[in-house]
Structure formats: C-alpha cells, structure tokens
C-alpha cells in the first residue's frame, strides 16, 4: 500500500525558477514529515522537516508547505541552482516508523 | 563527527548465492535502520533497531533475510538465498532516539544479482 504518493516523478526547471515538488499521504497519525536529499552515488541526506502544527517552514532557498486538511506537503525550491539537481524523496513517520515517497528527479538547467 | 559508515560499496553474486553487508553507525546513535531502494523508488524500510532489541521488521523477508546488531553498536544484513529481485541498494541509516528525527544515512551497497 503506498500511503506517501510524490510528483512529479522528474522535474527540469531554469537556473533561477522555482522548483515545486508534492507529496499526499493517507495515514491521519503521521506526525513529521522531512523531505530528503539524494545526489547519484549517495544516501540520501535530510533537507528540511516540518511537524503538523506549522503551516510553513523555511529554511534559506528551501520552504516546505503543509496543509493538514488536505494531507499534503510540498516543497519549494527557490532561484533553483544547477547544484540543486538531485532526486528528492517526501517522507512521513508515524512513532518513529516511516514511509517514502518514490522520489522526483530535478534538473536544472544553467 | 564520522558519518555512517558502509561496506562493501557494491557486491554482484549469482542468484541462490548468498551475501552479507555491514553497518557502523554515527558514534551513540542508539536507532540503527537498514532500507532496500530499488531503482526509481524510495528506500523501503526492512528492519528498525533500538540498541540491540528489534523495533521493526515487518517489512523483512524472513524466508532469506536476517539482521542482527550485537552489542547494539554495528551491524549485519544478509541475504540467502538471494534472488534477482534483491538487485538494489541496501541504505543503512542511524538516528540518536528513533522518534521522528533527522536520520543519517551512509552511501549504501549497491548489489547486483545475476
């Protein structure tokens, strides 16, 4: 059962736009909710985390979007770089257990 | 401060043939994962380790996977017999509590089963 569903599955975007990746998930007792970071080769890497009692979190370029009611998160992605290009995975846990999304490929051109 | 660490970096066995990877985790993490990603998904949790005791391993394939981590510090993850469908990359990732916290990830072993 996939209780994480993230799009798009790839994304190319300009050097300077904004990149825009989404994930819903299903399980009403999911309670945080990172998004992760992975370039070819690696593991992934936490980027930003955002718990249900905030709306919004920023950090730098990075900004995660919550709406609780529509049990949706997204993440945006600000005067996208070309070292931004990676594959980024929406994740959501429960008492510690987690569940990822299957990951968006973004390109970004110079 | 040293980051997970994982070997070997890539491993390719015939199927039937088994095959174990192991797993340092970041010094004092007491929660210890290890993910299956298979290519063009999210990694997939296989079992959760709190110090030495299981927390998690529903997602296992208990008929050919096992994992243990002694002592509560390292650890080992096996497969036999493998199959193709094993073909992935084997995450291991540490965390200090296990309560919906950052996890630390090594790069992986990407195996191959032929």
């Known amino acids: 059962q996939q209780q994480v569903k993230q799009s798009p599955q790839s994304l190319i975007v300009q050097k300077g736009g904004i990149s825009i990746i989404n994930c819903a998930y299903e399980?009403?007792?999911?309670?945080?909710f990172p998004w992760y970071q992975q370039f070819p080769g690696k593991g992934p890497a936490l980027l930003i985390a955002?718990?249900?009692?905030?709306s919004e979190k920023k950090e730098g370029r990075f900004t995660i979007s919550f709406n609780k009611s529509a049990k949706q998160f997204s993440l945006h992605i600000m005067d996208s770089q070309p070292g931004d290009s990676a594959t980024y995975f929406c994740?959501?846990?429960?008492?510690?257990?987690?569940?990822f999304g299957d990951g968006t490929t973004l390109t970004v051109k110079p | 401060e040293a980051g997970v660490a994982q070997s070997p970096r890539y491993k390719i066995i015939e199927k039937r043939q088994s095959v174990a990877f192991w797993c340092n985790p970041i010094?004092?993490?007491?929660?210890l994962y290890w993910y299956q990603q298979i290519l063009g998904q999210g990694p997939k949790l296989l079992i959760q380790?709190?110090?030495?005791?299981?927390?998690?391993d529903s997602q296992l394939p208990k008929d050919r996977f096992s994992a243990e981590r002694l002592k509560g510090v390292d650890s080992t993850l096996k497969i036999q017999p493998a199959k193709l469908e094993d073909s992935a990359v084997y995450l291991c990732?540490?965390?200090?509590?296990?309560?919906?916290?950052?996890?630390?990830f090594g790069s992986g072993t990407q195996l191959s089963v032929l």
């Open positions: 955002i718990r249900p009692d905030v």
């Open positions: 380790f709190q110090n030495n005791g299981v927390v998690d």
């Open positions: 010094s004092g993490h007491a929660t």
């Open positions: 399980n009403t007792a999911f309670d945080y």
């Open positions: 990732a540490s965390s200090n509590r296990g309560y919906n916290e950052k996890l630390f």
């Open positions: 994740a959501a846990f429960s008492a510690g257990k987690s569940t």
